[in-house]
């Protein structure tokens, strides 16, 4: 069964940074996508940026400049996606969900992880 664990949500004032961390374990398949979603109170989920492969990035235009999607490559990190988040703004309030593809093209999603961004 694979697991994803999430860290690095918080609390920040606006124009701030934060780094979100999510470890996936347990997968008897290599993994070729991770990407993060965020949902906002009220709103649907939503893509937030995704790596293909441990190279091909997508960005939501609302984030881009701002937000760095990218994947470790130590062997004891291949399996961990980070979200590094500068100038934050209130408007990026939401749970962050980690969500994996595996080459099997099984999918699985973090908990989430909550992000308050104050103005």
């Known amino acids: 069964q694979v697991q994803l664990v999430e860290s690095g949500g918080g609390l920040v004032q606006a124009g701030g940074s934060l780094r979100l961390s999510c470890a996936a374990s347990?997968?008897?398949?290599?993994?070729?996508?991770m990407a993060w979603y965020r949902r906002a109170p009220g709103e649907q989920r939503e893509l937030v940026a995704r790596i293909i492969n441990g190279d091909l990035t997508n960005y939501a235009d609302s984030v881009k400049g701002r937000f760095t999607i990218s994947r470790g490559n130590a062997k004891n990190a291949v399996n961990t996606v980070y979200l590094q988040m500068n100038s934050l703004k209130p408007e990026d309030t939401a749970v962050y969900y980690c969500?994996?593809?595996?080459?099997?093209?099984?999918?699985?999603w973090g908990q989430g992880t909550q992000v308050t961004v104050s103005s």
């Open positions: 347990g997968s008897s398949s290599a993994i070729g996508r």
């Open positions: 969500n994996v593809v595996n080459i099997r093209g099984s999918e699985y």
